[in-house]
């Protein structure tokens, strides 16, 4: 009897103790995956999201802010129009310390940051497994447009890096470039021959001017070189005249003795 009363107390606690692990995790899940819809901010991103999941980070300056909540695919049938709404939870609280401001009022910051150029892109989070995450950025050079309806606050975005480089070798006309490049190489090819001719011919005629002006620079320095001396035997003939009038100063007015 007394065996099956310790069965029973043992059974009641492994009870107690499932209920309490279901209602810590029914309550976990319920903060994790629901959310007050008035709290989130959605973005529209203009290129493939791929690699960017649900709890995502969305960081400003290195510092993580918030986190994506939700994606979805919104298709228009009618009109061919493909949006991809990701959905942004802020924890600004925890995250941001303001300076200056005891009050304000979210949508109005929210909406003067992006006047002030507030934009957000994705990022790679990890180059090995291909995961991104949103970035925020401050780039007034980039217009704010929105995509949204409304429902949600809506940041712009910007393409990526990644994304802009594709867009720039889209637009290059590759084919038409391939085609002129193989065009130039295909009339070198046909006329290397006569080019190398002509080479050889400019060089030569190029050595025979340079062997000519050697030969005239070569005459120019002797003729230097003569007037050279010749200036120095005058010098020396001042100076030993200069000395000779030094030592006989009478020479100028009776002449040298004989």
């Known amino acids: 009897m007394q065996q ?21 995790v029914l309550n976990y899940a319920s903060q994790r995956f629901t959310t007050n819809q008035e709290d989130l901010v959605v973005m529209y991103f203009e290129e493939s999201i791929r690699g960017l999941s649900v709890g995502s980070s969305v960081v400003f300056k290195g510092v993580e802010v918030g986190k994506v909540a939700d994606i979805s695919l919104l298709a228009n049938l009618k009109e061919g129009t493909f949006k991809t709404p990701v959905l942004v939870l802020f924890d600004l609280e925890n995250s ?28 790679s989070a990890n180059y090995l ?19 949204g309806t409304g429902k949600y606050w809506e940041i712009p975005t910007e393409l990526s890096s990644f994304a802009m480089l ?14 002129r ?12 021959p006569q080019i190398l001719e002509n080479t050889t011919q400019i ?39 200069t000395d000779y009038l030094e030592r006989h100063p009478e020479a100028l007015l009776m002449g040298k003795e004989k």
């Open 181 to 192: 490049l193989g065009n130039i190489i295909q009339d070198l090819e046909e006329n290397l």
């Open 4 to 24: 099956k009363k310790t069965y029973k107390m043992v059974g009641l606690f492994v009870m107690v103790g499932l209920a309490s692990l279901i209602g810590v």
């Open 96 to 123: 941001m310390t303001t300076i200056g401001l005891t009050e304000w009022d979210d949508k109005k910051m929210l909406d003067n940051l992006i006047a002030k150029g507030l934009r957000a892109r994705l990022i």
């Open 203 to 241: 060089t030569q005629k190029i050595d025979r001017v340079l062997d000519r002006k050697s030969g005239e620079a070569s005459k120019s320095m002797n003729s230097f070189n003569a007037a050279m001396e010749e200036i120095s035997k005058t010098s020396r003939s001042i100076k030993n005249l």
């Open 129 to 147: 497994t291909g995961q991104l995450m949103i970035e925020l950025v401050m780039d007034a050079k980039t217009p704010a447009v929105l995509r």
């Open 166 to 179: 594709s867009q720039d070798l889209e637009e290059v006309p590759l084919r038409e470039t391939l085609s």
